[in-house]
């Protein structure tokens, strides 16, 4: 039996969405994926929808949209981004670090953070160790799902050289070998590094 694919108006109003918010992203600097999505949401008259696009999609849409008009600038602010994460990651080598976010994907921009995973059962030895190299740092927690249950767990915000926020969220050794990493959306220390040998601007 055939099938044959159908758009209905609400999935085309979500891809409009999605289109309009990574525009607004691409060029206004605007950083935060639920606020683009709102703002969007509110110029195209459906300021009221519950079917907002998810980031996955505005993402895919951001890549879409610097591809075709920011293919001049787009990718030397990539590559910087994914260098200075890459020198972050050398630094916290001794934590297994991961590259996650837009960074990795291809979404980001000049005003975009960079986001690591760090593994370490020690709640304080992600702490000790930027306070015995010196780094400024704001401390706080994240939320995230663990093992299909809601948990704390430590984070830590640096700024970089370039002034970038780098972000480091620590999670328990055991998530570093439960299987839940995909190439698509972590990279270890070889895998980025890889990365920007096959894309040198």
């Not at 704001?138 to 430590?154: F, H, M, Q, S, T």
């Not at 570093?176 to 959306?185: K, Y």
Request: include cysteine; aromatic fraction near 6%.
């Amino acid at each position: 039996m055939s099938h044959k694919s159908t758009f209905s108006g609400r999935d085309l109003m979500r891809e409009q969405l999605a289109h309009l918010a990574a525009k607004l992203i691409a060029e206004s600097g605007l950083a935060d994926f639920d606020a683009a999505k709102r703002k969007a949401a509110r110029q195209l008259g459906a300021a009221d929808t519950q079917h907002l696009p998810g980031n996955d999609e505005v993402a895919h849409a951001l890549r879409i949209y610097r591809a075709l008009y920011q293919q001049d600038t787009h990718p030397d602010i990539l590559y910087q981004l994914r260098s200075e994460a890459l020198s972050c990651m050398r630094l916290f080598a001794v934590f297994h670090p991961y590259l996650t976010g837009s960074v990795l994907s291809g979404a980001a921009g000049e005003n975009s953070d960079i986001n690591l995973i760090l593994f370490s059962d020690d709640n304080k030895a992600v702490l000790l160790f930027l306070l015995k190299n010196k780094l400024d740092f704001n401390d706080g927690e994240w939320r995230i799902k663990l093992a299909g249950r809601e948990e704390n767990v430590p984070s830590y915000t640096l700024t970089g050289k370039s002034g970038v926020k780098i972000h480091l969220v620590v999670l328990p050794e055991k998530a570093r070998h439960s299987g839940s990493r995909h190439p698509e959306t972590h990279a270890d220390i070889v895998a980025l590094n890889k990365l920007l040998a096959d894309h040198p601007v």
